[in-house]
């Protein structure tokens, strides 16, 4: 990572919320490298997750301007999939019927203006030690397929960041290609066989799926 995209990223993840502390460490890449696929680097994070984080409620993705509500419906169970799959911790995936009944919107953005005791109340409430934001900054539904993903974990005791991400996953490059096809090869997704040139490179399901869990293998480690 270059220094400069090291202080853009940190300074994203400044503006989470007033007074929260960004991470301190760059986290490596949760995998071991693999020759032309593609490697997230745009992301900070502690280098090992505090022993205290064992529950964390993840909050229902955000669309913003560039996903609408029935794309994010299915989004939140792919990203809730994809966070489990880490098995960092327990995954609490909070409704868009709940979040609506307490905050009054289906999805809070992790850049929106949140109340002082909002991660507090939502510990106390579910009995959790952090909380997953997850943004959509851009999204493709058609050839070539495209995905931004902005996603920040933070804790309710200090209101401190311990890891932000910030990507644009696009088949318009070719490591990209290469890591879905290594992703689905691997076996990750379970499930049926399926044809990449048919299937995956044409479905926004199955390359989301892919793009989740890039995102989440970044994770501080245990």
């Known amino acids: 990572m270059t220094a400069v995209a090291r202080r853009l990223i940190l300074a994203a993840a400044a503006g989470l919320l007033a007074g929260c502390a960004g991470p301190a460490h760059h986290s490596q890449s949760a995998r071991t490298p693999t020759s032309g696929v593609y490697q997230p680097r745009n992301y900070v994070g502690e ?109 309710v005791a200090d209101r401190r960041l311990i890891w932000s991400f910030d990507e644009t996953f696009s088949c318009l490059d070719p490591t990209v290609v290469n890591g879905l096809r290594h ?19 044409d479905s926004p399901r199955q390359f989301a799926a892919y793009a989740a869990n890039a995102t989440f293998g970044t994770l501080p480690r245990r």
């Open 183 to 201: 992703y689905y090869a691997q076996g990750t997704q379970k499930g049926s066989p399926i044809d990449m040139s048919s299937d995956a490179l």
């Open 47 to 155: 280098s090992i997750l505090p022993r205290s984080v064992r529950r964390v409620i993840l909050l229902p993705v955000d669309g913003g301007q560039f996903a609408d509500a029935e794309t994010c419906e299915y989004l939140d169970r792919i990203f809730a999939n994809a966070l489990e799959h880490q098995l960092r911790f327990e995954v609490v995936p909070l409704s868009r019927e709940e979040c609506a009944q307490s905050f009054g919107s289906p999805s809070v953005a992790s850049t929106d203006a949140l109340p002082h005791d909002f991660l507090q109340g939502l510990g106390t409430k579910y009995a959790a030690q952090a909380v997953m934001f997850v943004d959509i900054t851009a999204f493709e539904a058609y050839r070539p397929l495209g995905i931004g993903i902005r996603a920040k974990l933070a804790t």
